[in-house]
């Protein structure tokens, strides 16, 4: 399974809206019934997800390349 199959659906739902569809933050934040801040910080959690399960030591500062 791919990185996007293992999301939830509502995870995927995220990316294909702001990614696929090229929907601005505000047209997010409308749809899920939330202020744009918390698009974008949905949005911005699933691209973090998503970065852990291609690289593990993405966000780890004591991997070494």
Not at 18 to 47: Q, S
Request: glycine letters at 4%; aromatic letters at 4%; hydrophobic letters at 40%.
């Amino acid at each position: 399974r791919s990185a996007i199959e293992r999301l939830k659906p509502a995870e995927r739902k995220l990316i294909e809206w702001r990614f696929t569809k090229k929907m601005t933050f505000e047209a997010i934040a409308k749809k899920l019934g939330k202020k744009e801040d918390a698009a974008r910080m949905a949005v911005g959690r699933v691209l973090k997800k998503l970065r852990e399960m291609l690289d593990p030591n993405v966000d780890d500062p004591s991997a070494k390349p």
